[in-house]
């Protein structure tokens, strides 16, 4: 079993940063990529950005060059860093860890998530 728990949500002004970071404990040696998604109510869950067991890194089109994915294998942990903010980002992100080697998933892992708020 893994464990995953996210932190650095909150509520920032459009334009500005946040720092997400997910922590995994538990079976994390079974655990290959890792992503963030996030989801608006009665929205699907989207990949925001992903990063593979061989550390290649994939982002959705409305993020890239904004957010920033990164791991520290010692520290067992993910963090997304967000720029240049926008009210749309405004979301609940979810941490997710998945068995398989690619960066889009399928995902087999997820935490309960941190909410985003983005002001205009």
């Known amino acids: 079993q893994v464990q995953l728990v996210e932190s650095g949500g909150g509520l920032v002004e459009a334009g500005g940063s946040l720092r997400l970071s997910c922590v995994a404990s538990g079976h994390i040696l079974s655990m290959n990529a890792m992503a963030w998604y996030r989801q608006t109510p009665g929205k699907e869950r989207e990949l925001v950005a992903g990063?593979?067991?061989?550390?290649?890194?994939s982002y959705a089109s409305s993020v890239k060059g904004r957010f920033t994915i990164f791991r520290d294998y010692a520290k067992k942990m993910l963090t997304l860093q967000m720029n240049s903010l926008k009210p749309e980002d405004s979301a609940m992100y979810y941490c997710a860890g998945g068995n398989g080697l690619g960066s889009r998933g399928p995902y087999d892992y997820w935490g309960q998530g941190t909410q985003v708020t983005v002001s205009s």
């Open positions: 990063i593979s067991a061989g550390g290649s890194t």
